[in-house]
């Protein structure tokens, strides 16, 4: 059985107010191109070998459609989230890399009765951020889970100013002050103020050199998960 914490580190401030032009749907077929592009927009700093391509997010549709989400303005695509079924044990096995938890992108690593559910990434276009639009995708994420009853949302976000206190501090030191609410990240604290909870560093998780090549690992708790008889 799935063991996980009982106490977290959390924020109370609410996140930006969703601007009502974009809408967010199941992804479709037609974006495949259109989406790969948007990665490479909005992670400009990661590795190009981990990119999800147009091949991948096809592939994403064929293993689990119902959790694969973008988010549109007009026909614009602004923001996407690719996602799969797991399970997780937080106290014995939360280091992990990006690209093997997400089968070299093609989410072989999706267990269909997998109590979690794990986000592969969260896109934002960088010219639409601060408009809610994660936060449109974390709550259709969030209507997965509670769908499905899972446990929850699981997560290793990127912390992408981490670097300017490399110097200072160990990734693992600048999260916690993060999570504090000391320092400001633009991923991490963006994802505290939608519901997400710090767990723990996960080391060598991307090949990011601004993130320090690590990742928090996140939980969003599904309160009204019904454990199985």
Known sequence: MT???DKFITHEHPPPTPDPKIIVINIRAEYAEELEKLQELSYPTLNPAEHIRAKHYLRHLEVFPEGQFMALWGNKVVGSTSTFRTNMDFYNNVQHTYWETIGDGWLTTHERYGEWLYGADMVTHPEFRRRGISKLLYDARQSVVKRL????QVAAG????????S???SPAQYMEKVAAGELSDPTMTAQLKNGFRYVAPVY?????PYSGYASALIVRDNPDYIPPP
Do not use: K
């Open 3 to 5: 063991r996980y914490p």
């Open 149 to 152: 009853n899972l446990r929850g």
């Open 158 to 165: 990127m912390v992408p100013g981490y670097y300017r206190y």
């Open 167 to 169: 110097t200072e501090m």
């Open 204 to 208: 060598n998780y991307l090949d990011d």
